[in-house]
């Protein structure tokens, strides 16, 4: 796009010619705007971040993917793996939802994150014989890789989300075939200690059962309920839900990441292990109409926007997590009305375009010991300025 398109870009979202340079965009709409002052600051934000993202992360060789950081280590493969690769390809289906024209203006670029985002598709299935996205490339790019369900996962919810947002039927019909995938990572065997929840991964040198791997497989199943209306999704989620409250929530109210075949518990608190929870339990409000779910929603969001407010706590969690967590906290106020998520959201933004990006660049340098930016990083900036820049009433449509 480079600096012609990303000032004509920002003009379609402010509706005024602005001098955008890459270093310092301005804060440029009036009072009255009807989804508030930010909304074009955060526009212009998304675009000079993806922008940066894709002059120095994607590989111009026709493959239609990206490097896996800007400064390759010796143990990096020539592409990225497939979980930095999504969360890339989301950041372009985000900055889709710009108002207007400027969101119209990223469909070609959508359409070749597509392109790159079947380089990992494995049709002859993995280890329980379904199809689904390996961890790494296949052939004739690279060799694949062991298949994680939570990788899937997320590809299956901007599947759903493309389809809320345009109609495209075969996004949606992916986002039902990965969870044929998710449904046959649950966990049956009587003998494990708490029975139940999906594993992680398919790779043998992990049996944990996540709350990563859970929880958007039950957002995702809602997902699918509220658009089918087929009993057996909301089963599902329910029945996983139910699994991870039994097992996995912490008495802070917060959940913990996860739990081994014997019984131990990695009790670590990543803030997307709230996001995913608070945006499954607000759309099972949203499929029974049963209060008790939203009230979980409001209580996690409550409970993990207090525990993160503690020191260094939220700005010590990656990026990636935190774009996760917010955009569904973005999805829980789309219900509940008012303004206190998103300015969260907001203040945590402002810091990072104040204090992590790189203002020559615009790279969000996180490791101090670094000069390189991971894909992760900067695909999940674009997402959180992107959706902060949408029409509120969009956010409806997040995981």
Do not use: C
């Amino acid at each position: 796009m480079k600096l012609t398109r990303l000032i004509q870009t920002t003009a379609l979202v402010t509706g005024t010619a602005l001098a955008v340079t890459l270093g310092a965009v301005p804060a440029v709409a009036g009072p009255g705007h009807e989804n508030g002052p930010g909304q074009p600051r955060n526009a212009a934000r998304a675009i000079a971040a993806y922008e940066a993202m894709q002059e120095h992360l994607y590989v111009t060789d026709g493959s239609s993917l990206y490097l896996e950081r800007t400064v390759p280590t010796e143990e990096d493969r020539q592409y990225s793996f497939e979980w930095p690769f999504s969360q890339a390809h989301i950041a372009t289906l985000d900055l889709t939802g710009l108002p207007g024209r400027a969101g119209r203006e990223f469909r070609d670029d959508l359409a070749d994150r597509k392109v790159g985002q079947e380089r990992y598709w494995n049709e002859t299935g993995g280890s329980t014989g379904l199809p689904g996205y390996d961890s790494y490339v296949r052939a004739p790019y690279g060799q694949g890789g062991d298949m994680f369900y939570d990788d899937n996962e997320w590809v299956a919810l901007a599947k759903v989300q493309e389809y809320l947002q345009t109609g495209d039927r075969a996004a949606l019909e992916r986002a039902k075939e990965i969870f044929t995938l998710v449904e046959s990572g649950w966990d049956t065997d009587p003998t494990h200690a708490a029975p139940g929840g999906v594993f992680w991964t398919q790779a043998p040198w992990s049996q944990d059962r996540n709350t990563v791997s859970t929880f958007p497989g039950a957002q995702l199943a809602t997902r699918l309920y509220l658009i089918t209306h087929d009993e057996s999704y909301l089963d599902w989620a329910v029945r996983s839900v139910e699994w991870a409250e039994d097992t996995l929530l912490a008495p802070n109210g917060l959940y913990w990441d996860n739990i081994k075949l014997d019984g131990r518990i990695d009790t670590t608190q990543w803030s997307y292990n709230q996001g995913t929870p608070i945006g499954t339990y607000t759309l099972l409000y949203k499929a029974t109409g049963d209060v008790t779910y939203l009230d979980r929603a409001k209580a996690l969001a409550t409970a993990s926007l207090a525990f993160y407010a503690e020191g260094t706590r939220l700005a010590d969690q990656p990026i990636f997590f935190n774009s996760i967590y917010f955009k569904n906290l973005l999805l829980l106020e789309s219900v509940t009305g008012g303004h206190t998520y998103r300015d969260a959201q907001q203040a945590y933004a402002d810091t990072l375009w104040n204090d992590v990006r790189d203002p020559d660049t615009n790279l969000f340098l996180v490791l101090d010991e670094s000069d390189s930016t991971t894909l992760l990083d900067q695909s999940a900036a674009v997402q959180i300025f992107a959706t902060l820049a949408w029409p509120r009433g969009l956010a409806s449509t997040l995981y």
